[in-house]
C-alpha cells in the first residue's frame, strides 16, 4: 500500500486526478447532509456569480454550487456501477474465449461482435423510454448502470480476448500446464497480472462514458425529471440562455459544463497511474528508475 501511495504522489498528473476525484466524492457527501435538495428551493430569479454564489443560481433561484455537489454521488455511483459492470462481463468474456479457445471462443466471440454492431445511443434511448411508464426504475443507479453497460463491455471482451490469446502460448504458461498447476492459479496468478494495467485503465475509461450518457440522457429529457442531474442542470440552462450558439444568460451554462470537464479531466488524470500500479513489471522498473537516481545524487 505504500508503495502505491508514493508512486501515485510522483506521478503528477495521477496525483492530480485522484484530488479532483476525491474532491467531488467529499464535497458530494458534505453537500448532501448540509444542504439537502429541499433546502436548495430559492425564490427568485437568476443571480450573475457573486461571492454568496459563486457559480449563480439557475432559472429557478437556485444555487449551482449547492446543485452540483447535490447531485455529484449519483453521478459517480452510476458511472463506477456501470464502469464496474461492463468492465466484470467484458474481463470474463475476454479470458474465457482466449483461454480456452476452440468452440467456446468461436461463441463468445461472435456474441461480442454482435453486440459491437448493435449502436449504443438509439438502445439508450430506447430503453430509457420505458422509464417513462415506470419512474421508480429511473431512480433506482444499478439499473441505470445496468442499462448503460449492455454494449459498454463488448470492445473490452476483444481486447482482453487478443491479450490473452498472446499470453496463454508464453513460455512462463506452458510451464504452468507442465507442472500440473490449475487453470483458476494460471488465470489468477499469470494472466490477470500481466493484463490488470489495461483493465483498470478501461474501467476508468468506462466511468467516463457513462457520465456522458447518463448527463445526455438527462439533458435529452429522455430520463424522468432529476432535478439534481448535470443533465437536468443543462437542459434547463440551455433552455434559459436561449441555446449554446447564442446564450443569453450565459453564465448559468458555465456551472453544469464546468463540472462536466472538470470530473472528465480528473478520470482520465487518475488513470495516468492505473499501468505502474497494477502491472508488476512496470513497477519494479519504477523503483529501479527511483534507485538509480538515488544512486546518482548519493554519487555527486
Known amino acids: 500500500m505504500n508503495e502505491i501511495l508514493i508512486m501515485i504522489w510522483r506521478n503528477k498528473r495521477a496525483f492530480t486526478g485522484i484530488m479532483i476525484l476525491l474532491m467531488f466524492i467529499v464535497l458530494g457527501i458534505v453537500t448532501s447532509l448540509i444542504a439537502p435538495y429541499d433546502k436548495l428551493r430559492i425564490e427568485g430569479s437568476s443571480i450573475p456569480p457573486s461571492l454568496e454564489h459563486p457559480l449563480s443560481t439557475d432559472p429557478l433561484g437556485r444555487d449551482q454550487f449547492l446543485l452540483i455537489f447535490e447531485g455529484t454521488p449519483k453521478i459517480l455511483l452510476i458511472s463506477f456501477l456501470a ?8 474481463t470474463v468474456m475476454g479470458i474465457v474465449a482466449g483461454y480456452k479457445g476452440g468452440r467456446i471462443d468461436s461463441i463468445l466471440t461472435s456474441v ?4 459491437l454492431n448493435i449502436p449504443g445511443l438509439p438502445l439508450y434511448i430506447t430503453i430509457a423510454a420505458y422509464f417513462q411508464r415506470m419512474p421508480q426504475l429511473a431512480y433506482n443507479p444499478l439499473i441505470i448502470a445496468s442499462v448503460l453497460s449492455i454494449t459498454a463491455w463488448a470492445g473490452l471482451a476483444r481486447s482482453v480476448r487478443s491479450q490473452v490469446l498472446g499470453l496463454k502460448n508464453r513460455p512462463f504458461i506452458e510451464a504452468c500446464r507442465l507442472l500440473g498447476l ?3 492459479y494460471i488465470v489468477f496468478s499469470e494472466i490477470m497480472p500481466n493484463i490488470m494495467g489495461y483493465i483498470a485503465i478501461n474501467f476508468i475509461f468506462s466511468a467516463t462514458g457513462a457520465v456522458y450518457a447518463i448527463v445526455g440522457l438527462y439533458f435529452l429529457g429522455i430520463l424522468p425529471v432529476d432535478p439534481t442531474n448535470w443533465g437536468m442542470m443543462l437542459n ?8 449554446f450558439l447564442t446564450p443569453r444568460l450565459y453564465y448559468i451554462l458555465v456551472a453544469p459544463l464546468l463540472a462536466i470537464i472538470l470530473l472528465q479531466e480528473g478520470f482520465i488524470l487518475s488513470s495516468h497511474a492505473m ?3 497494477f502491472n508488476p513489471r512496470l513497477r519494479k522498473e519504477y523503483y529501479r528508475k527511483l534507485e538509480r ?8
Open 236 to 243: 434547463i440552462a440551455y433552455n434559459a440562455a436561449g441555446g
Open 112 to 115: 461480442t461482435d454482435v453486440v
Open 293 to 300: 537516481k538515488r544512486k546518482k545524487k548519493a554519487s555527486k
Open 275 to 277: 499501468e505502474e500500479i
Open 182 to 184: 490449475p487453470t483458476r
Open 83 to 90: 464502469a464496474g459492470i461492463s468492465t466484470f462481463i467484458g
